[in-house]
């Protein structure tokens, strides 16, 4: 289960927007960390809108991305965290995997998949991994 902040966090203040949210790796994960970055995004835009329409709706792309991989390819929990940077928002996916992500080829015919890593690049300004003995985080940075 996501972990929900209070409407009126202290936290989340003009100088400092950030939240992190914590899920189980079930599939239902997915849509509730698509709906937890989407409550992160709607606080940020009350004070600092993003520069193009389209930004809100890439965020919300990786991030379903990168929660659909963790509950994939990773077993156990996942953690999303979501941080204003100067000009941008960073998002971090931790999970259980120390497996690094590997673009995968597209293959219409047989399901699909393969397109999921490959669109985290495109929309994303700067993408790290960071295996430690626990996980890995996936870092992405992008546009605000």
């Not at 949210?21 to 970055?37: D, P, Y």
Request: hydrophobic share 40%; proline share 8%.
């Amino acid at each position: 289960m996501a972990t929900k902040p209070p409407q009126n966090d202290p936290h989340l203040s003009q100088q400092s927007y950030e939240r992190t949210f914590s899920f189980a790796g079930e599939l239902r994960n997915v849509a509730e960390a698509r709906l937890a970055a989407e409550g992160f995004l709607r606080a940020l835009a009350g004070d600092a809108p993003p520069s193009a329409h389209e930004y809100w709706d890439d965020i919300l792309l990786v991030v379903t991305e990168l929660a659909v991989n963790a509950v994939q390819y990773a077993p156990g929990p996942f953690a999303l965290r979501m941080r204003r940077t100067f000009g941008g928002v960073h998002v971090t996916v931790h999970d259980t995997s120390t497996a690094e992500p590997e673009p995968r080829p597209f293959h219409p015919r047989s399901g699909g998949g393969g397109v999921g890593w490959h669109l985290v690049h495109t929309l994303c300004t700067q993408v790290m991994v960071v295996v430690h003995d626990h996980g890995k985080d996936i870092h992405a940075f992008l546009p605000w």
